[in-house]
């Protein structure tokens, strides 16, 4: 296994992803059915994840924002990472486009329209966003999406299930349920909950099949016992599939979720958010190593959302 043991200043090159030609939707269709003869898989480790004393770890999530598994474990691409596939991504009814995830360009991304099912003229009666790129808890929904949502766009977990807002919507679960619901509900009897089909970037309305099981992401997490001055662990995440696919994109588009939770008041929480790209052209196997502590300067890091 090849590994990478890059600094952190060059954790990984960011390729902006490119606008290619129009494609058609047999063509679109036809890189789905391929997708798993260009797929890798490769590990990630986060070393020296060290809480600050008055905080614990809950949980984390990584998700790669250009796929998602649909029926049978297909792979279904992602161009723009809006949350739609490719295929389901060029409705003319509600004016989206497979290649940008705000085709009208109005603040009110794709998915929300898409799954809102607004057409063009409804669109154009939505409250005007005056600040379009503005999410105040950082959960991947702007504030004025949150208002379609009514979810609260100071609180990046609305129904405080352990799921951010934005994953929720993406995996088509309810971000204002009660306590943590739909979270711990298994919506395709599999075994495993939503919340875990999640941090596994696996359907939660698609049972684990092997062909799916071979998809799921793995995550490891070992405590650093020769620190006695904070609580520190590594993660290791494992299986994490890397689309490389002709003509599609030149980076997989990735977003880390780190919550964590006051030890004295449990019920207060922060997210960390780190957005970033691995290059489609990295080896099958590879491994990438980064220092946490290290990550919350580059520009990799988003902020810190609260609740």
Same mark, same amino acid.
């Given at each position: 296994?090849?590994?990478?043991?890059?600094?952190?200043?060059?954790?990984?090159?960011?390729?902006?992803?490119?606008?290619?030609?129009?494609?058609?939707?047999?063509?679109?269709?036809?890189?789905?059915?391929?997708?798993?003869?260009?797929?890798?898989?490769?590990?990630?480790?986060?070393?020296?994840?060290?809480?600050?004393?008055?905080?614990?770890?809950?949980n984390i999530f990584l998700i790669n924002m250009n796929y998602e598994i649909g029926e049978g474990g297909a792979i279904l691409t992602d161009f723009d990472t809006d949350g739609i596939p490719?295929? !389901?991504?060029?409705?003319?009814?509600?004016?989206?486009?497979?290649?940008?995830?705000?085709?009208?360009?109005?603040?009110?991304?794709?998915?929300?329209?898409?799954?809102?099912?607004?057409?063009?003229?409804?669109?154009?009666?939505?409250?005007?966003?005056?600040?379009?790129?503005?999410?105040?808890?950082?959960?991947?929904?702007?504030?004025?999406?949150?208002?379609?949502?009514?979810?609260?766009?100071?609180?990046?977990?609305?129904?405080?299930?352990?799921?951010?807002?934005?994953? %929720?919507?993406?995996?088509?679960?309810?971000?204002?349920?009660?306590?943590?619901?739909?979270?711990?509900?298994?919506?395709?009897?599999?075994?495993?909950?939503?919340?875990?089909?999640?941090?596994?970037?696996?359907?939660?309305?698609?049972?684990?099949?092997?062909?799916?099981? %071979?998809?799921?992401?793995?995550?490891?997490?070992?405590?650093?016992?020769?620190?006695?001055?904070?609580?520190?662990?590594?993660?290791?995440?494992?299986?994490?599939?890397?689309?490389?696919?002709?003509?599609?994109?030149?980076?997989?588009?990735?977003?880390?979720?780190?919550?964590?939770?006051?030890?004295? !008041?449990?019920?207060?929480?922060?997210?960390?958010?780190?957005?970033?790209?691995?290059?489609?052209?990295?080896?099958?196997?590879?491994?990438?190593?980064?220092?946490?502590?290290?990550?919350?300067?580059?520009?990799?890091? %988003?902020?810190?959302?609260?609740?």
């Open positions: 296994m090849k590994t990478l043991r890059i600094l952190i200043n060059i954790l990984i090159v960011v390729i902006t992803i490119p606008l290619i030609n129009s494609c058609s939707e047999k063509k679109l269709e036809e890189l789905s059915k391929e997708k798993r003869n260009f797929r890798k898989a490769i590990t990630l480790v986060i070393q020296n994840y060290c809480l600050e004393a008055s905080k614990q770890r809950e490719d295929k !389901n991504d060029t409705t003319a009814a509600v004016y989206i486009d497979y290649d940008t995830s705000d085709t009208n360009g109005d603040g009110y991304s794709d998915l929300i329209i898409f799954l809102s099912g607004l057409t063009r003229e409804q669109q154009d009666h939505l409250f005007p966003c005056e600040d379009k790129l503005q999410d105040t808890d950082l959960d991947g929904l702007t504030d004025c999406e949150e208002r379609i949502t009514r979810t609260d766009a100071l609180d990046f977990d609305s129904d405080d299930d352990g799921v951010p807002d934005y994953l %929720e919507v993406r995996n088509r679960m309810e971000p204002r349920t009660s306590g943590d619901h739909d979270a711990k509900l298994d919506l395709d009897m599999d075994g495993i909950t939503n919340i875990e089909e999640i941090k596994l970037n696996t359907p939660t309305m698609e049972s684990n099949t092997i062909s799916i099981k %071979e998809l799921e992401v793995n995550y490891k997490t070992s405590r650093l016992l020769a620190r006695t001055d904070l609580e520190c662990y590594d993660y290791t995440i494992s299986n994490i599939s890397i689309l490389s696919i002709p003509g599609f994109v030149d980076a997989n588009q990735f977003r880390l979720y780190l919550i964590e939770k006051q030890s004295n !008041n449990t019920s207060i929480r922060d997210l960390n958010v780190f957005s970033f790209a691995v290059s489609s052209e990295i080896q099958d196997e590879s491994t990438i190593i980064v220092d946490y502590s290290l990550l919350g300067s580059t520009t990799y890091f %988003e902020g810190t959302g609260k609740e």
